[in-house]
């Protein structure tokens, strides 16, 4: 008779992609179950995010004249409120923060007016976002540009310094990301869409804007609008474009070639889990929670920590804290060899050292 063979002995061993998508398989059946909105909590939240705005609001005009440092602190729990609503209007884009997709559109296009953020627009881009998040051959849809060395590597000199302007936080936030807000959201060009599709929703944003502002404006004063509206604004997009930023730039990210890239595997493997204190968490309307987002981008912010408690693997994935945020804004090329960003340091390292072996090899 002869000897039957077990199979188990010649099962072969899934390789490492295989075993990601396995694991980002059965983390997106987990995400499954907290999907969809909850319209309770959210009236809640729309409402705990509102009264202490107006509030503040409230303060900024009674203090402007007067005393305008105290406008200027004031501001600064307003642009994280600002930055609350944002998220409120992110989840409207995503159909998720309430139940009708009517109610959401129609929530999401209202606090555009706060946001200076066409709704429309925004949404069919960040669509796309999620759609190619981590992909190499399909950048530039709501990412922060991101280079691999080989492409740094090829740049000219005057290609690198402008890239190495960009990537500086010192320009990227306070300057970059507020400019890009505040003036090229106010037109259908520069997006990576056709005009067309933008043109509506921008130019429909901007003639509500000069509504609504002009009326505010008419009723406490032009100077006092914009001595109350400016810094909020300022101080919220910068704090909206780190928050995005870290997201997906932290050393041990995910970025693939089409060929070998997958949705799911991206999705938790090229997004942050930024663990922030309670109190920003909150303001942020736990967005840090972005490995859970991508992969399930109708799990509204107020149900993420719920899918979160209830998996020690996403609680264990990808974590950030704050202090280590700080040190991931010097990351700023991908490697496609050692699988990391490096900072420009370790990037021009690597190319002498690259140079260096090419040079012993052709004399070798």
């Given at each position: 008779?002869?000897?039957?063979?077990?199979?188990?002995?010649?099962?072969?061993?899934?390789?490492?992609?295989?075993?990601?998508?396995?694991?980002?398989?059965?983390?997106?059946?987990?995400?499954?179950?907290?999907?969809?909105?909850?319209?309770?909590?959210?009236?809640?939240?729309?409402?705990?995010?509102?009264?202490?705005?107006?509030?503040?609001?409230?303060?900024?005009?009674?203090?402007?004249?007067?005393?305008?440092?105290?406008?200027?602190?004031?501001a600064v729990p307003a642009s994280g409120?600002?930055?609350?609503?944002?998220?409120?209007?992110?989840?409207?884009?995503?159909?998720?923060?309430?139940?009708?997709?009517?109610?959401?559109?129609?929530?999401?296009?209202?606090?555009?007016?706060?946001?200076?953020?066409?709704?429309?627009?925004?949404?069919?881009?960040?669509?796309?976002?999620?759609?190619?998040?981590?992909?190499?051959?399909?950048?530039g849809y709501g990412d922060i540009e991101?280079?691999?060395?080989?492409?740094?590597?090829?740049c000219s000199p005057w290609q690198r310094?402008?890239?190495?302007?960009?990537?500086?936080?010192?320009?990227?936030?306070?300057?970059?990301?507020?400019?890009?807000?505040?003036?090229?959201?106010?037109?259908?060009?520069?997006?990576?869409?056709?005009?067309?599709?933008?043109?509506?929703?921008?130019?429909?944003?901007?003639?509500?804007?000069?509504?609504?502002?002009?009326?505010?404006?008419?009723?406490?004063?032009?100077?006092?609008?914009?001595?109350?509206?400016?810094?909020?604004?300022?101080?919220?997009?910068?704090?909206?474009?780190?928050?995005?930023?870290?997201?997906?730039?932290?050393?041990?990210?995910?970025?693939?070639?089409?060929?070998?890239?997958?949705?799911?595997?991206?999705?938790?493997?090229?997004?942050?889990?930024?663990?922030?204190?309670?109190?920003?968490?909150?303001?942020?309307?736990?967005?840090?929670?972005?490995?859970?987002?991508?992969?399930?981008?109708?799990?509204?912010?107020?149900?993420?920590?719920?899918?979160?408690?209830?998996?020690?693997?996403?609680?264990?994935?990808?974590?950030?804290?704050?202090?280590?945020?700080?040190?991931?804004?010097?990351?700023?090329?991908?490697?496609?060899?050692?699988?990391?960003?490096?900072?420009?340091?370790?990037?021009?390292?690597?190319?002498?050292?690259?140079?260096?072996?090419?040079?012993?090899?052709?004399?070798?």
């Open positions: 008779m002869l000897a039957t063979r077990d199979p188990v002995e010649h099962r072969a061993e899934p390789s490492h992609a295989d075993t990601l998508k396995i694991e980002a398989r059965r983390l997106a059946a987990h995400c499954a179950k907290y999907r969809g909105a909850d319209l309770g909590r959210a009236l809640i939240q729309l409402l705990t995010t509102t009264v202490p705005f107006l509030a503040l609001l409230a303060g900024m005009w009674a203090t402007v004249d007067h005393a305008y440092w105290l406008t200027i602190l004031l409120l600002l930055v609350r609503f944002f998220i409120i209007q992110h989840d409207c884009g995503h159909g998720s923060f309430l139940p009708s997709a009517r109610a959401n559109d129609m929530l999401g296009r209202t606090i555009s007016l706060l946001t200076m953020t066409p709704y429309g627009l925004w949404r069919r881009v960040h669509a796309r976002h999620h759609a190619t998040s981590g992909n190499l051959d399909r950048r991101t280079l691999t060395l080989a492409e740094y590597r090829a310094l402008r890239y190495r302007i960009y990537r500086h936080p010192l320009f990227l936030f306070p300057i970059g990301v507020p400019f890009f807000f505040v003036v090229l959201q106010r037109t259908p060009w520069g997006h990576p869409l056709e005009p067309k599709e933008g043109w509506r929703s921008v130019v429909g944003l901007n003639i509500a804007m000069i509504v609504f502002y002009g009326l505010l404006g008419a009723a406490i004063g032009f100077s006092k609008l914009v001595w109350i509206v400016a810094p909020m604004i300022l101080m919220a997009s910068a704090l909206g474009g780190w928050l995005f930023f870290i997201q997906h730039q932290f050393e041990d990210g995910h970025w693939d070639a089409s060929e070998e890239w997958d949705f799911q595997v991206a999705a938790i493997r090229g997004s942050s889990y930024y663990v922030l204190p309670k109190p920003l968490e909150w303001f942020t309307g736990n967005i840090g929670l972005h490995h859970i987002h991508h992969l399930n981008s109708v799990i509204p912010n107020y149900r993420l920590h719920d899918c979160l408690a209830a998996s020690p693997e996403f609680q264990a994935m990808n974590r950030v804290t704050l202090w280590e945020s700080f040190k991931c804004a010097r990351l700023a090329v991908w490697d496609e060899a050692q699988r990391r960003l490096l900072t420009f340091r370790e990037a021009h390292a690597t190319m002498a050292a690259d140079a260096a072996g090419i040079r012993a090899s052709a004399s070798g």
